[in-house]
């Protein structure tokens, strides 16, 4: 008996890339909210932490949590009435130097490059707070491209963060910067 060829099912192919759907929606959200691009200084900030915080848990998985907590804290510390930047620039050092105690330094180098990458892609991200808006919104794009080229090695060597994470980010990263990029020079 002769079997009849079955056709690809699309809904199990779109589910298997769920990663890179919900970096599409992000970056789509993100990019209609308008703005001159410096808005996006804390999805530079946070993506750098959430690596550097999984780096030095030594738990990938845990990148999930940690961006769901920060989903969560960012609109309650924009509700407070002290500035979010302090506190934030506060744990990124201290989780700095946690990963430095811990010898962060001396694990895998992918690994170990997150302390410096949560200090410029950080860096980046609160510079631009306080530049003009074009060219702060530039740096946010800059950051965010740059941030998604890490993305991709992490992807790749499956190691720092989940490969969910390092999808996702890699399309909210990269698609979110070049959007910054087309709305910074189109203004």
Known sequence: MIEKPTLPRPLPSVVH??????????????????????GSAFVVFAAAFIYLAAAVLDRPGSAWVLFAVSLVAWPVLNLLPAEPWPG???GAVTLILLGLAGG????????????????????????????????????????????AAQDLLVLRARQVVAVSMAEFCLVLDLVLGLGLVVLALWA
Not at 125 to 133: K, N, T
Request: net charge positive; proline share 7%; no cysteine.
């Open 17 to 38: 890339r769920w990663p890179t759907l919900l970096g599409l929606v992000f970056a789509a959200v993100s990019l209609a909210g308008g703005g001159d691009g410096r």
């Open 104 to 147: 962060l330094p001396r694990k895998p180098a992918l690994i170990a490059l997150q302390v410096p990458a949560m200090a410029v892609f950080g860096g980046a991200a609160v510079l631009a707070l306080s530049l003009p808006a074009q060219a702060g919104g530039l740096l946010v794009a800059a950051a965010l491209i740059g941030h």
């Open 88 to 90: 934030l620039v506060g």
